[in-house]
């Protein structure tokens, strides 16, 4: 729900490693392109069903993107801690294991 009403306040849709095939995933970008005036904006290696309504379209890695991304704008990307992470997101930590849990 709560991706949905972002949605469709957006006017720039990053989609960035995904092939778009998932729905209703896939459709989350719409509206900022469609509706809202805005712009959609692909990073992935390879094609996808929306390439055609890009304002831009970059074929690459998204990690190689952002390095060169986060360097020209002179921002540091912190090294990835995953217990920093979940320290800092429980709900995030607490749903992973549940689902783990529920997996075994």
Request: overall charge negative; glycine content about 2%.
């Amino acid at each position: 729900e709560n991706s949905i009403v972002h949605s469709n306040k957006s006017d720039l849709a990053l989609v960035m490693g995904t092939s778009m095939r998932v729905s209703p995933a896939c459709n989350l970008p719409e509206p900022a392109y469609e509706k809202n005036g805005g712009k959609l904006v692909i990073i992935n290696l390879q094609k996808t069903p929306y390439d055609k309504f890009c304002a831009l379209r970059i074929w690459a890695r998204t990690d190689v993107v952002f390095e060169k991304l986060m360097r020209e704008l002179a921002l540091d990307v912190p090294e990835y801690d995953p217990l920093e992470w979940t320290r800092k997101n429980p709900s995030f930590a607490d749903s992973n294991e549940a689902s783990s849990s529920a997996d075994h």
